[in-house]
């Protein structure tokens, strides 16, 4: 989305896919992998010229899964499994004319699986009115009356035109995508029914990007350009179930107590940027870019409930406002921002080789509203600034590269995921404040022997956070409740009071402070191919899950392997290779639900080995 793009990647990252551009000449490949688990992984990729000016390139996929990670004890369901999965991608180029060309590209997929939303109480905590809820030895088993199962489909198709004005090279992309999402879960984490929940979400946007590039070659490099989206969510029928003896905490509740919400949310964002490098020397560029964006979102949704079995009737106790002043008991939120957003850099060239720079950004993310708890507030746009300084070098004839950076940001109403109940929701954590350093590097050891590696050490704090929930486990209503100090849902008093402060002072969620990469691979060439083998570790440091600090994840090394032969045209290869060979359970997923208790996911895969087949055909 033109300059300042930054915003983004600064905190929760930007995924960029760089689809393969299709080929005049006729060529693909053919790809199948499996592992322990019997997960089949099949994909076949085609490209060639359909007609002068003309061509296409298409890769489809298809991966099952035989066993799952784990079991689901009482129901003898596997658990984390792929059942289907389905995929399609197509990109059609066609040249216009010596200036002009177009690309039209498509994609599609189809997806069943038990991968995530299997939980399971934190070892060490109570549970809910000392209900049983074992945790079995394998991290990836669960005891559960509801199995977890999710099925996605979706898809988009978009055009991208380039002409060349002479004075400027004219882009224009527009782009179609729409998802439809369904999961079932249970939020009970023990063999007694207590909670279910399950929802289908549907969503589409629609964008258009039109830019003025300065042409290649020219010194002051600049751009110009405009964005536009629309885009529409829908949660459709979000039911959570509540059974036996947590519904009959309902009055009038013998059994079952099902909430029922449906909600949509659209937006339209609008926005206009430009940026320029100017030149100030032979060795030093200026950068400066500037972003003006209006956004405005509104939302619609009720509230509905069933007792025991009873048909569903509007609820106002779900929505927050009473049936007779809206009708259907539907409520109406809107939020609109504008936002100027802007970049300065500096960059100036030291050596042939090295290149010191240093920035400062402004940036946001959107707010927007809680479709899953209509009554639940909106969340207001995060915004950061952001300053970095840093190196960028090749020494040694080029044989080592490395890149030192140090960062500052700064947030004001930083987004924070919480629960209300069994809901996940968006709140704004006040203020936050992250700065460390990042290092990677490249070495050729030697000819055959090269070496990736990369670390980041991040302070990540909260610096204003008065109402942060604090979390304790009393006597309630039962046996035991977990409790957040709210007087209505917690009567009895904490023994020890929550901090005056709230958070202040404490880590941001899934910052941690300390991360690592590093990969060794050796290459060697033979008579009739070449052979590979690359051995890596990432390391991730203590990460907790919510600004109480409470729950944590500890630190954990993902470790992995690869073998590969490849012949000596390049057409055949056969890998070998294993990952997270230390056996990691990592949790993917760490939360609190009052009165409930503590809950977790494990969507990261086992210790998974296997072996992969490649096969290239036409040219390459």
């Known amino acids: 989305q033109g300059t300042n793009g930054f ?151 978009s055009m991208d035109f380039e002409h060349d004005l002479g004075f400027a090279t004219f882009r224009s992309t527009t782009a179609y995508r729409g998802f439809t999402f369904r999961t079932d879960l249970d939020s009970g984490f023990g063999p007694v029914p207590l909670i279910d929940i399950r929802y289908t979400q549907k969503g589409r946007q629609i964008s258009e990007e039109a830019q003025l590039v300065s042409p290649d070659g020219q010194a002051l490099k600049w751009v110009i350009g405009g964005y536009y989206l629309n885009g529409r969510d829908i949660v459709d029928n979000a039911d959570v179930g509540l059974h036996g003896p947590f519904a009959q905490f309902v009055p009038f509740v013998t059994n079952d107590y099902i909430t029922r919400t449906n909600g949509k949310q659209t937006v339209n964002s609008i926005s206009a940027f430009g940026q320029a490098t100017i030149p100030l020397g032979a060795a030093t560029n200026l950068t400066l870019g500037a972003r003006f ?17 009873a048909p569903f009737v509007y609820d106002d106790a779900i929505t927050g406002f009473p049936t007779p002043d809206i009708a259907d008991a539907t409520v109406i939120g809107k939020q609109s921002a504008n936002r100027v957003t802007w970049r300065v850099a500096l960059d100036q060239k030291l050596a042939e080789h090295v290149m010191a720079y240093a920035s400062y950004n402004r940036g946001f993310k959107s707010g927007g509203f809680n479709l ?11 915004s950061i600034d952001a300053f970095e300084a840093g190196l960028k070098s090749e020494l040694a004839d ?10 500052y940001n700064t947030y004001r109403d930083i987004q924070v995921q919480k629960f209300i109940g069994p809901s996940a929701v968006v709140v704004n954590g006040a203020k936050a404040r992250f700065y460390g350093v990042d290092i990677d590097t490249q070495i050729a050891l030697s000819n055959e022997l090269h070496f990736n590696g990369g670390l980041e050490w991040l302070h990540a704090r909260f610096t204003d956070y008065p109402d942060a929930d604090f979390f304790y486990e009393a006597p309630g209503f039962g046996i035991g409740v977990l409790c957040n100090f709210d007087p209505v849902a917690c009567p009895n008093p904490s023994p020890v009071p929550p901090p005056a402060d709230g958070a202040k002072g404490k880590h941001v969620p899934y ?23 690359t051995v890596s570790d990432s390391y991730t440091g203590r990460t907790y899950t919510e600004p109480s600090n409470r729950l944590q994840i500890d630190p954990y090394h993902l470790v992995s392997g690869n073998v590969t032969f490849t012949s000596i045209d390049d057409r055949v290869s056969v890998s070998v290779w294993g990952r997270n060979l230390l056996n990691e359970a990592v949790p993917t997923l760490i939360f609190a639900v009052t009165p409930l208790g503590f809950g977790q996911d494990f969507a990261a895969p086992p210790r998974t080995y296997g072996v992969t087949l490649k096969y290239r055909f036409g040219a390459n």
């Open 7 to 157: 915003e983004e990647s600064l905190r929760g990252g930007v995924i960029q896919l760089t689809t393969r551009e299709p080929k005049a000449e006729f060529g693909g490949e053919a790809r199948t992998e499996l592992d322990q688990f019997l997960t089949s992984r099949t994909n076949l990729y085609v490209t060639g010229g359909l007609a002068n000016g003309v061509s296409a390139n298409l890769s489809l996929g298809y991966a099952t899964q035989g066993d799952g990670w784990g079991k689901n004890l009482l129901t003898g369901d596997d658990t984390h499994k792929i059942n289907n999965y389905y995929s399609a991608r197509g990109k059609l180029k066609v040249e216009l004319g010596a200036n002009t060309e177009m690309r039209l590209a498509g994609d599609y997929s189809d997806k069943d699986d038990s991968i995530g939303g299997n939980y399971r109480t934190v070892p060490g905590t109570q549970h809910f009115l000392d209900l049983p809820a074992p945790t079995p030895d394998n991290p990836y088993d669960t005891v559960v009356p509801f199995p977890g199962r999710t099925r996605s489909h979706g898809g988009g198709a």
């Open 293 to 309: 964006t209006h956004e405005s979102r509104k939302r619609v949704g009720y509230g509905q409930s069933s007792v025991d079995g």
């Open 372 to 382: 899953f708890r209509v009554d639940a507030p909106s969340y207001r746009p995060e």
């Open 398 to 407: 080029r044989r080592i590269t490395l890149n030192i950076s140090g960062f």
């Open 511 to 533: 910052a941690p402070a300390f991360t690592f990469n590093a990969s060794l691979t050796w290459t060697k060439e033979f008579a009739r191919g070449k052979l590979e083998a």
